[in-house]
């Protein structure tokens, strides 16, 4: 089983090896804790509950010290599962998983959470275009336009694009290329962006098989 949750540290830029700046995102990348492990007698599915992130005991409620003290495990604030489809989960409950378990060279996706910019409107949200400045138009330069439908059905269609609440959603980087990998310093660097602040949760994960991956 390959997956780690991290935390984004920031952006940096690292040389290769033929001298070329290589603009990268540094994640501190564990170390996690197997938390539970899921089975298909008992769940219906195979599946791997990682903890990542500790913090102070009072922190947490009774429930979830309980579940964590099970292997004896320290409070952790951030749980996630990776599913298994095909296979077995190849690791027990409180094993260390670490930044190693990715190699330099292999291709992850990378899913956080994106930069919330609050309520926007439609220019600023999906890229509208603003209306003529002349022509009489006083207050209409930012404005959506006509968003209803003639006589029939004489209503707005669900689904259309307005203004309302940009960002802060689920976004996946795919196909992020593992530049560096420091498994003592708990830290992972790969090419490009990756959704959301820096100290934002992140949660890296093989790259899925697309049309455009290599087949290398």
């Known amino acids: 089983m390959k997956g780690i949750i991290g935390k984004k540290v920031g952006m ?5 090896e033929k001298g070329n700046a290589v603009p990268v995102t540094v994640i501190e ?35 979830e010290l309980g579940h964590l003290k099970r292997n004896n495990l320290p409070a952790l604030r ?11 989960a190849e690791v027990a409950e409180g094993q260390e998983i670490k930044a190693d378990v ?8 990378v899913i956080g959470t994106s930069k919330g910019r609050g309520f ?3 220019i600023k949200r999906h890229g509208f275009h603003r209306q003529p400045k002349t022509h009489g138009q006083s207050d209409r330069e930012r404005a959506p336009g ?6 029939f059905p004489a209503r707005t269609f669900p689904g259309q694009r307005m203004a309302g609440r940009s960002g802060n959603d689920r976004v996946t980087a795919e196909n992020l290329e593992v530049i560096v990998v420091d498994a003592e310093k708990n830290l992972l660097a790969v090419r490009g962006s990756v959704p959301g602040a820096n ?3 992140v949660v890296v994960k093989p790259a899925r098989p ?3 991956t290599s087949k290398k």
């Open 102 to 109: 990715f190699a330099k060279g292999e291709r992850v996706d």
């Open 78 to 88: 951030v749980l996630r599962e990776f599913r298994i489809k095909n296979g077995e």
């Open 120 to 122: 926007t409107g439609t």
């Open 146 to 151: 006509s968003v209803g439908s003639t006589t």
């Open 29 to 63: 990348a564990g170390p996690c804790y197997v938390t539970q492990v899921r089975s298909m007698d008992k769940d219906g599915y195979i599946g791997i509950q990682l903890g990542f992130s500790e913090t102070k005991p009072q922190r947490m409620s009774r429930g």
């Open 199 to 201: 100290g934002g949760i």
């Open 12 to 16: 940096t830029q690292v040389f290769d």
């Open 210 to 212: 697309r049309r455009w």
